[in-house]
């Protein structure tokens, strides 16, 4: 780790599969992390969550040979004001991004680094939340992040030369690569990924195959590692729902609009791995 990004405080609000993710990645980094959400018994879920990522890490070989970074876990939002950079991870949701985000901007100092992991929502619009604009920027972390070496990193309009310089730190010293891109519902891997995704889940809707004839063929023939159903899992259909309708609303394009088919498996709680059930059955709540 270069001396100039070793002091790191990072801290990360919302503690749900990407929030558990990103902190896990930092944590076997030895980054220290305060980990924040609005709920004790989510906190006491993500603890476990992130506990077991980083023994997974560990196995895979995959952290440096450095002791891990500590984690704190808090409720509180003023816990990000010592912060150097902070991570925005709250539900795919413009309002709930933005009141976070403005909550955020409002306790750190001018300067800190300000990061949304959106998945689809234009950093531009998230940017009129914040105090400082050009302390903002996107990085989207892939899931599982401790495993996925690059990001997509979203310069916004308002995004600030030394903005995208500390992300350029921040990734280094994460053992990250950053593909920058401009800003635009969705970016470049979810304005492919979802609208896929949303089409594969209308092929099983129909009956043309199933969710693991689908994946087998796009696995099989194009080379995908996964699949669009088994990834849908992992990123959780719920947010991949809410995903799907930033685009929409934001493109118009009828194959951003959810289908009913992933509508019906939220309605009825069946999220994918996280829920222990989606297009595939994992038989227990999965972390």
Same mark, same amino acid.
């Given at each position: 780790?270069?001396?100039?990004?070793?002091?790191?405080?990072?801290?990360?609000?919302?503690?749900?599969?990407?929030?558990?993710?990103?902190?896990?990645?930092?944590?076997?980094?030895?980054?220290?992390?305060?980990?924040?959400?609005?709920?004790?018994?989510?906190?006491?879920?993500?603890?476990?969550?992130?506990?077991?990522? *980083?023994?997974?890490?560990?196995?895979?070989?995959?952290?440096?040979?450095?002791?891990?970074?500590?984690?704190?876990?808090?409720?509180?939002?003023?816990?990000?004001?010592?912060?150097?950079?902070?991570?925005?991870?709250?539900? %795919?949701?413009?309002?709930?991004?933005?009141?976070?985000?403005?909550?955020?901007?409002?306790?750190?100092?001018?300067?800190?680094?300000?990061?949304?992991?959106?998945?689809?929502?234009?950093?531009?619009?998230?940017?009129?939340?914040?105090?400082?604009?050009?302390?903002?920027?996107?990085?989207?972390?892939?899931?599982?992040?401790?495993?996925?070496?690059?990001?997509?990193?979203?310069?916004?309009?308002?995004?600030?030369?030394?903005?995208?310089?500390?992300?350029?730190?921040?990734?280094?010293?994460?053992?990250?690569?950053?593909?920058?891109?401009?800003?635009?519902?969705?970016?470049?891997?979810?304005?492919?990924?979802?609208? *896929?995704?949303?089409?594969?889940?209308?092929?099983?809707?129909?009956?043309?195959?199933?969710?693991?004839?689908?994946?087998?063929?796009?696995?099989?023939?194009?080379?995908?590692?996964?699949?669009?159903?088994?990834?849908?899992?992992?990123?959780?259909?719920?947010?991949?729902?809410?995903? *799907?309708?930033?685009?929409? %609303?934001?493109?118009?394009?009828?194959?951003?609009?959810?289908?009913?088919?992933?509508? %019906?498996?939220?309605?009825?709680?069946?999220?994918?791995?996280?829920?222990?059930?989606?297009?595939?059955?994992?038989?227990?709540?999965?972390?």
């Amino acid at each position: 780790m270069s001396a100039e990004y070793a002091d790191h405080r990072l801290a990360v609000v919302g503690a749900g599969v990407m929030g558990t993710n990103i902190t896990a990645l930092a944590l076997g980094h030895g980054v220290p992390v305060v980990l924040v959400d609005v709920d004790e018994a989510v906190l006491s879920r993500a603890r476990e969550i992130v506990r077991q990522k *980083l023994r997974h890490a560990q196995l895979m070989g995959v952290l440096p040979d450095r002791p891990p970074g500590q984690l704190v876990t808090s409720m509180s939002l003023g816990d990000v004001a010592d912060a150097t950079v902070v991570i925005e991870a709250v539900t %795919e949701l413009p309002e709930t991004k933005a009141k976070a985000l403005a909550g955020i901007s409002a306790e750190v100092r001018p300067g800190t680094l300000l990061i949304s992991n959106t998945s689809c929502i234009p950093i531009d619009e998230l940017a009129c939340s914040v105090l400082r604009p050009d302390d903002l920027a996107g990085v989207h972390f892939m899931n599982p992040s401790y495993l996925i070496k690059s990001v997509e990193v979203i310069r916004g309009p308002r995004t600030g030369d030394r903005t995208m310089q500390a992300v350029a730190g921040l990734l280094e010293c994460l053992g990250r690569k950053g593909l920058v891109v401009r800003d635009a519902p969705g970016f470049v891997i979810n304005r492919l990924l979802h609208p *896929l995704i949303n089409t594969a889940a209308m092929v099983v809707e129909e009956g043309t195959a199933s969710a693991e004839v689908v994946d087998g063929l796009l696995e099989g023939c194009l080379g995908h590692s996964t699949g669009p159903l088994r990834t849908a899992d992992l990123i959780g259909l719920d947010n991949l729902v809410d995903s *799907l309708n930033v685009l929409y %609303e934001r493109t118009g394009e009828d194959c951003c609009r959810p289908c009913e088919l992933l509508l %019906e498996k939220v309605r009825a709680g069946h999220l994918g791995r996280k829920s222990g059930r989606g297009f595939y059955d994992y038989g227990k709540v999965a972390s």
